[in-house]
């Protein structure tokens, strides 16, 4: 007899007032993620690169101006569908010891049309414990509270 774990799986939504094409935009230009990527309102992007097609990487750097910490993720583009979906692989290059034992995280983003607003879905799958999904799940909020603020303004 075999034993099964259940998987640490963090599944968020968020609706947006702007087209999907605009926030899919945000989510994938390098220009525009420097303005929001970030997990607190005083952190700074200070890296921000984006090869937008299945096999393209991409690397984003989010910098802690009260530790003076930069935490690095960088990852694998498996599925690109503008203005729809995204699916990419999730890895702290960082490896922060809190993070460890996250290797396989993959996320997956759908952009769904709601009148001239758009609903976000993000499933982050992968994390080896709740605990570390816990403290993506704390990240993800304020990233996607930055987000919310950026195209209201765009």
């Known amino acids: 007899m075999t034993q099964q774990t259940q998987e640490a799986v963090?599944?968020?939504s968020r609706r947006f007032d702007a087209p999907r094409e605009r926030v899919f935009e945000a989510w994938t230009s390098p220009?525009?993620?420097?303005?929001?990527?970030?997990?607190?309102?005083d952190w700074t992007t200070p890296e921000a690169e984006v090869d937008l097609r299945p096999g393209g990487s991409y690397k984003l750097a989010m910098?802690?101006?009260?530790?003076?910490?930069?935490?690095?993720?960088?990852?694998?583009?498996r599925?690109?569908?503008?203005?729809?979906?995204?699916?990419?692989?999730?890895?702290?290059?960082?490896?922060?010891?809190?993070?460890?034992?996250?290797?396989?995280?993959?996320?997956?983003?759908?952009?769904?049309?709601?009148?001239?607003?758009?609903?976000?879905e993000l499933t982050h799958t992968g994390f080896a414990n709740d605990e570390i999904r816990d403290?993506?799940?704390?990240?993800?909020?304020?990233?996607?509270a930055n987000l919310e603020g950026l195209v209201r303004r765009m």
């Open 63 to 77: 910098r802690d101006p009260e530790s003076g910490q930069t935490h690095v993720v960088i990852g694998e583009y």
């Open 10 to 12: 963090l599944r968020m």
């Open 31 to 41: 220009e525009v993620l420097k303005d929001w990527w970030r997990a607190g309102p």
């Open 79 to 120: 599925e690109v569908r503008p203005p729809e979906r995204l699916v990419y692989t999730w890895s702290w290059e960082s490896n922060p010891t809190e993070m460890q034992g996250s290797a396989g995280s993959v996320v997956t983003v759908e952009f769904k049309e709601d009148g001239e607003a758009t609903n976000v």
């Open 135 to 144: 403290l993506h799940a704390h990240g993800w909020e304020a990233c996607l």
